[in-house]
């Protein structure tokens, strides 16, 4: 069983059904899709975005091709009910074309020439083969890695997305959790390329995400 890790971009298409509606609000961001699933004629699916939350939940509202919605403030979950929309038919017919399982989470990023999603699809070798040679030309491919797949369990990189992991690598080289500290948010924010008070926010999340884990494997409770 193999695994292809990689950035997918819809060349001159809307990626995400709601980057429309989010796109001229600087103050939101959508950085994760924990969960995706097709529901009849619409999708259903727990993402993470950062910024301002009740931002957020007012461009929710006034988004046509929203159903319904619930965020959590503190931890930017929101659970998404939406009309289908033409990029997400599109990557669930190639998933459903090749036999291919997508593993959550999807990252949004914007490291290559446009924005794209970053995903694990597992399934056949010839099944990842044929994908990367077959894809339309509408959608471009960046493959990372590709290799025999291994279900990872109660690692680091299990419980924070690449971009949660790089904020936290970085912060830990840098000196963050240094005492006294030898790194500050904007200073961690240069080095990833990030906005100070994304990169802060990034952080309290992933202490939030780590600690009662750590808590709970080291002294039982939470």
């Known amino acids: 069983m193999?695994?292809?890790?990689?950035?997918?971009?819809?060349?001159?298409?809307?990626?995400?059904?709601?980057?429309?509606?989010?796109?001229?609000?600087p103050a939101v961001t959508i950085?994760?899709?924990?969960?995706?699933?097709?529901v009849g004629e619409q999708f259903v699916e727990l993402s993470e975005f950062s910024g301002d939350m009740a931002t957020l939940e007012r461009l929710l509202t006034a988004e046509p091709s929203v159903h319904d919605f619930a965020v959590t403030r503190e931890t930017g979950l929101a659970?998404?009910?939406?009309?289908?929309?033409?990029?997400m038919?599109?990557?669930?017919?190639?998933?459903?074309?090749?036999?291919?399982?997508?593993?959550?989470?999807?990252?949004?990023?914007?490291?290559?020439?446009?924005?794209?999603?970053?995903?694990?699809?597992?399934?056949?070798?010839?099944?990842i083969t044929r994908i990367t040679?077959?894809?339309?030309?509408?959608?471009?491919l960046y493959p990372e890695r590709v290799g025999e797949y291994v279900p990872k369990r109660g690692h680091l990189e299990d419980l924070l997305t690449d971009r949660?992991?790089?904020?936290?690598?970085?912060?830990?080289?840098?000196?963050?959790?240094?005492?006294?500290?030898?790194?500050?948010h904007e200073e961690i924010a240069a080095a990833v390329?990030?906005?100070?008070?994304?990169?802060?926010?990034?952080?309290?999340?992933i202490e939030a995400n780590l600690l009662p884990r750590y808590l709970e494997a080291e002294f039982g409770y939470m």
């Open 133 to 140: 040679a077959d894809l339309p030309p509408e959608i471009a």
């Open 2 to 25: 193999r695994y292809a890790f990689g950035v997918l971009v819809w060349n001159d298409a809307e990626l995400h059904p709601l980057e429309t509606a989010i796109e001229g609000s």
């Open 79 to 87: 659970y998404l009910e939406y009309e289908q929309s033409s990029s």
């Open 164 to 184: 949660q992991q790089d904020v936290f690598e970085t912060a830990v080289r840098l000196g963050y959790y240094e005492v006294p500290r030898e790194a500050t």
């Open 89 to 127: 038919t599109q990557l669930f017919a190639i998933l459903m074309a090749y036999s291919l399982i997508l593993v959550p989470p999807v990252e949004y990023t914007d490291e290559y020439e446009g924005r794209g999603v970053r995903l694990t699809v597992v399934g056949t070798e010839s099944a």
């Open 31 to 38: 950085e994760t899709t924990h969960q995706i699933n097709r």
């Open 193 to 205: 390329e990030r906005a100070p008070a994304t990169v802060s926010e990034q952080l309290q999340r």
